[in-house]
T-cell receptor, first 113, second 111 residues
Framework: KAGVTQTPRYLIKTRGQQVTLSCSPISGHRSVSWYQQTPGQGLQFLFEYFSETQRNKGNFPGRFSGRQFSNSRSEMNVSTLELGDSALYLC????????????FGSGTRLTVV | GQQVMQIPQYQHVQEGEDFTTYCNSSTTLSNIQWYKQRPGGHPVFLIQLVKSGEVKKQKRLTFQFGEAKKNSSLHITATQTTDVGTYFCAGPRGNNNDMRFGAGTRLTVKP
């Protein structure tokens, strides 16, 4: 079966711009979580969506937002980009919640200049 | 809040040597998961441990969950160059539907 698909793979943006990242989970998986990975902070939880509802949220500023569509596809948006937002953004799909284990996408590498 | 600590941060071994990474939580975990991330790749789910004292094996990999369900270890016997990568443990964050990841142990294997 198809894995988790994230687009785009790479992005370069300028400070102050906004960006939207997309994630298509594994078919049948209804939970989509987003993580930010940086060398300094490791894997940090952003938020989780289930059945189009944000079920859980990490400790990130309001500039980070997301949504989930009826087909379980999810998007995350970062507004007013800062240099520190440069990171690998990973989408993780799971059957119902994280306790079933995550399947990660290949990630979107965001560079803010 | 709940912390998941992982040691060591780095481990360099000669091919054929054994490798172990340890994970400790400040709170009791309902389950612990292990992931492997190859250089330039994304984390890949390896295994989940649920029961106190549980031991699971996958070929040369042995995973243990402590009796108190606060610590876990991953042991690789006779490492190979294909074992190179960063190994992460992850535990549920309280009753929330997300996992808190350890900082990872980066394994390099010298042929």
């Amino acid at each position: 079966k198809a894995g988790v698909t994230q687009t785009p793979r790479y992005l370069i943006k300028t400070r102050g711009q906004q960006v939207t990242l997309s994630c298509s989970p594994i078919s049948g998986h209804r939970s989509v979580s987003w993580y930010q990975q940086t060398p300094g902070q490791g894997l940090q939880f952003l938020f989780e969506y289930f059945s189009e509802t944000q079920r859980n949220k990490g400790n990130f500023p309001g500039r980070f937002s997301g949504r989930q569509f009826s087909n379980s596809r999810s998007e995350m948006n970062v507004s007013t980009l800062e240099l520190g937002d440069s990171a690998l953004y990973l989408c993780a799909s799971s059957f119902r919640d994280a306790n079933y284990g995550y399947t990660f996408g290949s990630g979107t590498r965001l560079t803010v200049v | 809040g709940q912390q998941v600590m992982q040691i060591p941060q780095y481990q360099h071994v000669q091919e054929g040597e054994d490798f172990t990474t340890y994970c400790n939580s400040s709170t009791t975990l309902s389950n612990i998961q292990w992931y492997k991330q190859r250089p330039g790749g994304h984390p890949v789910f390896l295994i989940q441990l649920v029961k106190s004292g549980e031991v699971k094996k996958q070929k040369r990999l042995t995973f243990q969950f402590g009796e108190a369900k606060k610590n876990s270890s991953l042991h690789i016997t006779a490492t190979q160059t294909t074992d190179v990568g960063t190994y992460f443990c992850a535990g549920p964050r309280g009753n929330n539907n997300d996992m808190r990841f350890g900082a990872g142990t980066r394994l390099t294997v010298k042929p």
